[in-house]
């Protein structure tokens, strides 16, 4: 029988790869919902050796920096520049090619026309 991983596993070995990691915070960065970029920066982070290894390289708690990238965390920007600091990455900010497309409306429904029943 093959032996199979999790897509977990496969993830964060994929994430090992320093270009693919930036490229895949870069995506996350992409999305609408900021806790799309928090499961992004948790993955990179065990990808890169653990949140006790990238806490000591970024000079943060480890365990306020599990509770900063935990499902219910919300890092401070500086939190965030550290850990990206340690991954040896950083923010930016860059002009959007073209405006952000907003959702649309949809379109009223027509009034039905009620007419009065005859007796």
């Known amino acids: 029988m093959p032996k199979s991983a999790s897509c977990d596993d496969l993830l964060i070995d994929m994430l090992k790869d320093k270009q693919r990691s930036l490229a895949y915070l870069n995506a996350a960065l992409d999305e609408q919902d900021p806790r799309v970029f928090l499961i992004a920066l948790r993955n990179v982070t065990q990808a890169q050796g653990g949140v006790a290894k990238v806490a000591a390289q970024s000079g943060l708690n480890r365990e ?10 919300n890092p401070t920007v500086q939190t965030v520049a550290a850990v990206l600091g ?3 990455a950083r923010l930016g900010v860059a002009k ?3 405006p952000p497309q907003r ?3 949809p379109p ?3 009034l039905r026309s009620v007419t009065a029943s005859r007796p």
């Open 64 to 73: 306020s920096l599990y509770r900063a990238l935990s499902p219910k965390g």
């Open 86 to 88: 340690a991954l040896g």
């Open 96 to 98: 959007r090619k073209r």
């Open 103 to 105: 959702a649309a409306t």
């Open 108 to 110: 009223p429904r027509p």
